[in-house]
Nanobody
Framework: QVQLVESGGGLVQPGGSLRLSCAAS????????MKWYRQAPGKERELVAIIGIYGSTNYADSMKGRFTISRDNAKNTVFLQMNNLKPEDTAVYYC??????????WGQGTQVTVSS
């Protein structure tokens, strides 16, 4: 049974930082592209960042320079370091393990709230 468990969310002031983690189990983690998505209230889920199986990364334009995605295959974990957070970053953040349209899995999400 595949499980993805996010952690690290919380309340942070504008300009602050958070580091999200997503621990995976029940799959061969190193063979999956790992993604972070987010969904703000009343909005569609959007892609935040991607890390390939060999470590290549890509980011949504609004996150470039502020967010960093990384992975530790030995620990079956993907991370999202978020710096200089803004109120518009407030959302539920989800990790996704993707191999194809059928073979992909989601975590339950972790809430990030950026507010003073």
């Amino acid at each position: 049974q595949v499980q993805l468990v996010e952690s690290g969310g919380g309340l942070v002031q504008p300009g602050g930082s958070l580091r999200l983690s997503c621990a995976a189990s029940g799959l061969i983690f190193s063979t999956y592209v790992m993604k972070w998505y987010r969904q703000a209230p009343g909005k569609e889920r959007e892609l935040v960042a991607i890390i390939g199986i060999y470590g290549s990364t890509n980011y949504a334009d609004s996150m470039k320079g502020r967010f960093t995605i990384s992975r530790d295959n030995a620990k079956n974990t993907v991370f999202l370091q978020m710096n200089n957070l803004k109120p518009e970053d407030t959302a539920v953040y989800y990790c996704n393990a993707f191999r194809d349209t059928v073979d992909n899995y989601w975590g339950q999400g972790t809430q990030v709230t950026v507010s003073s």
